[in-house]
T-cell receptor
Framework: GDSVTQTEGLVTLTEGLPVMLNCTYQ??????LFWYVQHLNEAPKLLLK?????KRPEHQGFHATLHKSSSSFHLQKSSAQLSDSALYYC????????????FGQGTKLSIKP | EAAVTQSPRSKVAVTGGKVTLSCHQT?????MYWYRQDTGHGLRLIHY???????EKGDIPDGYKASRPSQENFSLILELASLSQTAVYFC?????????????FGEGSRLIVV
C-alpha cells in the first residue's frame, strides 16, 4: 500500500542555518504530496503541496521539490528562524483515491538561538 | 478560513466506558476524517466519510466506530474505551477531489483513558 517515510524524528538547528527535512514515499500511482506544520498546542495546517505541472511550491520561505525518480519531496528553507520550531508532517494523497491522505511519522524541528 | 470544531477538547474516561468525540464543520465540505496522533506514529487515519450516512474504514479502525448523520457532523465512538486509546484525536474536513486534497483540522481532543 501507499506509505510515507520521514526518517528524522527530531532535527535541532541553530537559527540562520539551512533546513532540510526528508520525505520519501511509496505509491502505486502518481500522488499529490503535501507538507503540514503543527505548532505547539495548535492544529496541523497546510504548509505547501505539490503541483500537477511540476512547479516548485513555496510558502513562508519553505519550498519542496517533487522528484519522481527518487520518490522524494524534501522540505527546505535557506535560513531557519526561531518561529519555525514545530512538528512537520509529510503526506500524500493517491490521485485515484484523493479522499484519503496518508501521513508520515512527523519530524520535530527545534531551532536554537 | 475553514472552520472545524471538536468537542470535548479534553476528556478523562474510565476503561470499558463509552466515549463519543464530536466534530462539526461549517465549510460545506464533502469529506470528513478522524485521525489519532501519537508520538512516533504521526497522524493515523481511523475513519473517514465522503457523504452523509456513510463512513469508510481508515488504516486503524479497530475499536472505533464512526457516524456521519449530516454533512456538517462526524462523530467518533469508542464503545469500550481501553488504555491504548489514550491519544490526541483530530477531526478534519476537505472539499472536492480537485487539485489534491487540503485538509482543515480541528483543534484536537485529548483523551486520557484510566
Amino acid at each position: 500500500g501507499d506509505s510515507v517515510t520521514q526518517t528524522e524524528g527530531l532535527v535541532t538547528l541553530t537559527e540562520g542555518l539551512p533546513v532540510m527535512l526528508n520525505c520519501t514515499y511509496q505509491s502505486t500511482y502518481s500522488p499529490f504530496l503535501f507538507w503540514y506544520v503543527q505548532h505547539l498546542n495548535e492544529a496541523p495546517k497546510l504548509l505547501l503541496k505539490s503541483f500537477t505541472d511540476n512547479k516548485r511550491p513555496e510558502h513562508q520561505g519553505f519550498h519542496a521539490t517533487l522528484h519522481k525518480s527518487s520518490s522524494s519531496f524534501h522540505l527546505q528553507k535557506s535560513s531557519a528562524q526561531l518561529s519555525d520550531s514545530a512538528l512537520y508532517y509529510c503526506a500524500l494523497s493517491d490521485r485515484c483515491n484523493q479522499g484519503k491522505l496518508i501521513f508520515g511519522q512527523g519530524t520535530k524541528l527545534s531551532i536554537k538561538p | 478560513e475553514a472552520a472545524v470544531t471538536q468537542s470535548p477538547r479534553s476528556k478523562v474516561a474510565v476503561t470499558g466506558g463509552k466515549v463519543t468525540l464530536s466534530c462539526h464543520q461549517t465549510n460545506n465540505h464533502d469529506y470528513m476524517y478522524w485521525y489519532r496522533q501519537d508520538t512516533g506514529h504521526g497522524l493515523r487515519l481511523i475513519h473517514y466519510s465522503y457523504v452523509a450516512d456513510s463512513t469508510e474504514k481508515g488504516d486503524i479502525p479497530d475499536g472505533y466506530k464512526a457516524s456521519r448523520p449530516s454533512q456538517e457532523n462526524f462523530s467518533l465512538i469508542l464503545e469500550l474505551a481501553s488504555l491504548s486509546q489514550t491519544a490526541v484525536y483530530f477531526c478534519a474536513s476537505s472539499g472536492t477531489k480537485s487539485s489534491g486534497n487540503t485538509l482543515y483540522f480541528g483543534e484536537g481532543s485529548r483523551l486520557i483513558v484510566v
